[in-house]
């Protein structure tokens, strides 16, 4: 079983930062490309960055410049770093990984739980 774990959401006020983490645990072979996404109630669920096993990255166009997504695949981690915040930035975050758990399995998708960034005005 895999599982991955978001956190480091919270309160800050307009031009703060947070950092998110999303740690993968259970049985991990390899982890390939991984997003962070962002959902507001009603809304959908909406990509905010990318990254790939060779570490490139991708980011949607009103994040470009504000946020970074690294990675730390030694400890199957990776990081949402958010600066400049805005308001409008507030949203439940979650990550989703492609996951192998064997040398032998197939990719797999899994999505985290979530965690909640509120940024004031």
């Known amino acids: 079983q895999v599982q991955l774990v978001e956190s480091g959401g919270g309160l800050v006020q307009a031009g703060g930062s947070l950092r998110l983490s999303c740690v993968a645990s259970?049985?991990?072979?390899?982890?390939?490309?991984v997003g962070w996404y962002r959902q507001a109630p009603g809304n959908q669920r909406d990509l905010v960055a990318t990254?790939?096993?060779?570490?490139?990255?991708n980011y949607a166009d009103s994040v470009k410049g504000r946020f970074t997504i690294s990675r730390d695949n030694a400890k199957n981690t990776v990081y949402l770093q958010m600066n400049s915040l805005k308001p409008e930035d507030t949203d439940v975050y979650y990550c989703?990984?492609?996951?192998?758990?064997?040398?032998?399995?197939?990719?797999?998708?899994?999505w985290g739980q979530g965690t909640q960034v509120t940024v004031s005005s």
């Open positions: 259970g049985s991990i072979f390899s982890v390939s490309a």
């Open positions: 990254i790939t096993s060779g570490g490139s990255t």
């Open positions: 989703n990984a492609g996951v192998r758990r064997t040398m032998y399995d197939f990719g797999r998708n899994y």
